[in-house]
């Protein structure tokens, strides 16, 4: 069997030192000769511009070769599997580093390298155009139905290949029957260029090996600025305030998710902070990954052996090494064969130092409005991501995927409710796809005044272009500063009854929400909630996977004490520094239903401040309080009628 290549992957915020650590590690006399992969030639030319790169030469305007023989390329999302597979089986390079350009989650981007089909290599190609050939020659026998309207039309009919416009209406066949000419629309193939699936039908059905076949995935190295990680732990920008081709996810998710997805983490930078602080920047962010190996450097500048060729990925280790859910983990000692934390109640587990982890449990259900009213307004900006669909009948609610689902379904709900990998890309698919947050509570201010202030604009007639921009601009400003200013305020509230809570993760019960798990995800100032599916306590026995090890899992999760709620509860981590552990717990104690609150959330009787909507009148527990200072929602009011105002001086200044 032909030696795999390992790979390692980088991962790191912009800025963080990426292209010093490449320009490293391309350029020492380690004997080594690797290639590196970037994915777009501003990264490249930043590269060849390194100081230490001076003597690269531009072997081909995507490609950079080094006197040692390394090589970096610039390689498009398309082009990647394909490219790297071919210098793998080259036998040319005994490693490979794959840059992450700063703006994805390294979890996903290492499913995808493990998993993503390697389509028209050499193995496959030639089966690829018989079945096309095959394919087109039914279609042709029976009159291309699906291209007749636009024959005529298309602009490749005569070279046997369909132009977009005729994929876009359902074309998959080539206008002529010339195998030669069949072989050219293979070409275009989308699955060859790295997507999801062939529309044309040249490889519909198929299966062809994976990048693993000729390459393993070897480490995941995560990168990190040590001068601005304390900050951007707190951030409230999203990537697309940081780079223009961002998106809304927001910075400090982000990266967390590199700290807590890696195998190496680099603390890069150090010689720009003081000893003291880079001390507890190390502790907790082995806090956030107690399983990775944590190495410090300046100017990017670390050993190679350090970050190739160490063996240290594992799909699913690396996927369960963040610090929330061993944590988690440790509470049900059952299913993990890990000895249960001693010394703190509630799977409580704490490290040396100031930074400490700890889990709340409890096997009661949360009062939704308390929960909100009493500790997710006052100390995070909350979000709530709400199904579309959802449907006030808990049975229905709590299960995206329906009640019909095959063992092998069920087995990876399993794995999703209680670890990395399965659960995070199922927020990920919450966050981006078809979910929206609830109106009266989510309070992601800068987006919803963003909204609004754009649809204050269109109303206005007669101003310019360029003031229209000079206005956005001014509204867009006072929106951050006054969001900016909201998160502040939260923090400092959090950080004095709470201690400084960095990092909050796991899931809970909500007494109006009793068949649905709510995903509890919190970064900073920034809490998010959604629901992750239904509790096993709700579903039927029969439809259980049969795997035994899996059926361990979740018989571990049931309470003997209380066989009523099955494995209904809440178990949250929390991590940070100086937590207030006995203060935190208390609060959340205090959130937990009474028995009578728990009866009438049963008859529909107890309103739901989070998934419920807005507020109504006369309604449980409503205006029951008085508030001396501003909600999020009264403020961003205010934010929106001094925008109004703006706007309207300003028009009137330039008539």
Known sequence: MAKLLPISLLSG?????????LANALTQEHGVKMFAVLETLEQLNALAAHPKCTKAQRAKPNQLQFPNGCMCVALSPQDLLLEVASLAKSGSYSCCIIADPGTSEPMKVATALTFAPLSLTEDTEQAAKQQQQQQLEQQSKEGHKKCKSIQGSCSKAKAGTCDDACKASGCQASHKEDPGQQAAAASECELAQGKDACSMGCCSGMEGPTLMSVCRLDTCVTILDVSTFASDLTS?????????????????????????????????????????????????????????????????????????????????????????????????????????????????????????????????PFHPGRLYRNFMRKFFLT???????????????????????????????????????????????????????????????????????????????????GDEEEDEDEIMGEALADYAAARDTVLATAKKELGEVVRSKGFCWLATQDDSIIGWDNVGALLQIMKEGCWYACVPEDEWPNDEAALKRILADFSPEHPETGDRRQEVAFIGKGLKEDAIRSMLDSCLATEAEMAAAKEGKLRDELFGGEDEEGSDDSGSEEREELTLEEAQQLLDARAADKKRSGKKART
Not at 13 to 21: D, P
Not at 285 to 293: D, E, K, S, T, Y
Not at 317 to 346: C, I, M, Q, V, Y
């Open 383 to 465: 979000r709530v991501i709400a199904s579309e669909s959802d449907d006030s009948d808990g049975s229905e609610s709590g299960s995206e995927e329906g009640s019909e689902e095959s063992d092998e379904d069920m087995q990876d709900q399993e794995k999703g409710r209680h670890a990395g990998k399965e659960r995070s890309e199922q927020e990920h698919s919450h966050a981006e796809g078809g979910k929206k947050c609830c109106g009266s509570k989510a309070c992601d201010q800068k987006e919803q005044h963003t909204k609004q202030s754009k649809a204050d604009k269109m109303s206005v007639e007669g101003s310019s272009s």
């Open 236 to 364: 409230i920008e999203e990537m697309a305030d940081r780079i223009p081709e961002g998106d809304q996810r927001n910075v400090a998710t982000l990266l967390v998710e590199m700290v807590e997805f890696a195998d190496v983490i680099v603390l890069n930078k150090t010689d720009t902070v003081k000893k003291g602080e880079m001390c507890k920047i190390h502790e907790l962010v082995a806090a956030l990954n107690p399983g990775a190996r944590i190495t410090e450097a300046t100017h990017g500048d670390v050993p190679v052996k350090d970050i190739t060729r160490t063996g240290a990925f594992d799909l699913d280790k690396t996927s369960r090494s963040a610090g929330w859910l061993r944590a988690l983990d440790a509470t049900h000692p059952a299913k993990t064969n890990a000895a249960a934390p001693e010394g703190n109640k509630g799977g409580a587990s704490t490290r040396k130092g100031a930074t400490a982890t700890f889990v709340y449990t409890a096997r009661k």
């Open 13 to 21: 915020l912009q800025g963080a030192g990426k292209t010093s650590l």
